[in-house]
């Protein structure tokens, strides 16, 4: 059975699950999402969007697909970026309007700790996680780990059978691939670049031995 779309995820579900065809498979998948979108942080996930903010606004809407936040600058007239600290949700927030100095996620929206004095740009930099829906069929999660994709699915459709014997085994099934997704990351995370190399390391020899 192919496995690359949103549609054929959801035939899977049922098929995987004994041929069950009265599976809420969408329901199923947007739950086993939400435990990919927390326990996968790869650099595939990063994106950058910028904020806008008019005079007297202090918060902006959360871009789509965000999953968590990373960092985030200011844009100078220069074009290059100022780092703005990172601040607990419950910051003390000023009544007066200046330049923003510190930010957090407040429900929905990136919210600074003071109104804008006048229309300012920010990037964000985030996790984005990963949704399949009719109008998105396809991702890039799906593409390389469609194991883990279908196994989250499968925790979930188990749950909902209350079926505990199938949710152990596709808990650890979706744990295997998880981890082995992560692994790889910290692996290409430490894996230094040529130009970082010692002399000699990685060269191949040109001459007799």
Known sequence: MALSTYAELQAAIGAWSFNR??????????LGEARLNRDLCLRVMEAESQLDLAAGERAAPLPAGFAAPLALWRLTPDGGRTPVRR???????????????AWAVAGETIAFDRPCAEAESFVLRCLKGVILSDAEPENWLLARHPDAYLAAALVEAALWAADDEQAARWQARYQAAIDAINHREARSREA????DLPDGVGATSSGDD
């Open 192 to 195: 230094p670049l040529a130009t």
């Open 87 to 101: 601040a607990p949700a419950a910051m003390a927030v000023a009544g007066a309007a200046g330049r923003p100095q």
């Open 21 to 30: 065809t009265d599976l809420p498979a969408a329901d199923l998948i947007r």
